[in-house]
T-cell receptor
Framework: RKEVEQDPGPFNVPEGATVAFNCTYSNSASQSFFWYRQDCRKEPKLLMS???SGNEDGRFTAQLNRASQYISLLIRDSKLSDSATYLC??????????FGTGTSLTVIP | ETGVTQTPRHLVMGMTNKKSLKCEQH?????MYWYKQSAKKPLELMFV???????ENNSVPSRFSPECPNSSHLFLHLHTLQPEDSALYLC??????????????FGPGTRLTVL
């Protein structure tokens, strides 16, 4: 079983739509959780850390459910510039990072 | 310079060449990583260094040889590569001791083409 699993998509949504991505992880001892964004042919960039209490940054909301071992990312009022691949990342020990395969999002005008 | 830098940004090499990729981080982190990303594929972890010591080697062929002289610098030495090694090579750094604030920061990558 993979450490981290994501729906690869693609998700094609109209501008202004709300879209949600989920990610499940297999190790209940996982410690840190992140969402990264990767544009085509570029490096991944940190979008948000995910904390147990959930956190929000503008149009983006991240949630962690430890009991069910999943994390989610909600994007409200989608913009064309949100088109990218969104990577779910989970760490077990301090420097073991497990990346999901990514979920592709295209926001359509 | 800030963040994580990588040189060169693009590299074309023949199968018999020897070249090196360089990564430098200016974030005060103590762990550094090499990843490979082939076209439209997920990231593949290659090597992990923690405080200059290699802590992970994900069954990477010996034609890839990492070197970490200090916590800020990481090299990947390339020798007799194959065309299937063509990919984006990404370097990252983090501070494992700052968990849960131990996110990785990536360099811009080296796009490698092996002819």
């Amino acid at each position: 079983r993979k450490e981290v699993e994501q729906d690869p998509g693609p998700f094609n949504v109209p501008e202004g739509a709300t879209v949600a991505f989920n990610c499940t992880y297999s190790n209940s001892a996982s410690q840190s959780f992140f969402w990264y964004r990767q544009d085509c042919r570029k490096e991944p960039k940190l979008l948000m850390s995910v904390y147990s209490s959930g956190n929000e940054d503008g149009r983006f909301t991240a949630q962690l459910n430890r009991a069910s071992q999943y994390i989610s990312l909600l994007i409200r009022d989608s913009k064309l510039s949100d088109s990218a691949t969104y990577l779910c990342v989970v760490t077990s020990t301090g420097n073991q990072f497990y990346f999901g395969t990514g979920t592709s999002l295209t926001v359509i005008p | 310079e800030t963040g994580v830098t990588q040189t060169p940004r693009h590299l074309v090499m023949g199968m018999t060449n020897k070249k090196s990729l360089k990564c430098e981080q200016h974030l005060g982190h103590n762990a550094m990583y090499w990843y490979k990303q082939s076209a439209k594929k997920p990231l593949e972890l290659m090597f992990v260094y923690n405080f200059k010591e290699q802590t992970e080697n994900n069954s990477v062929p010996s034609r890839f040889s990492p070197e970490c002289p200090n916590s800020s610098h990481l090299f990947l030495h390339l020798h007799t590569l194959q065309p299937e090694d063509s990919a984006l090579y990404l370097c990252a750094s983090s501070s494992p001791d700052r968990s849960p604030y131990n996110e990785q920061f990536f360099g811009p990558g080296t796009r490698l083409t092996v002819l």
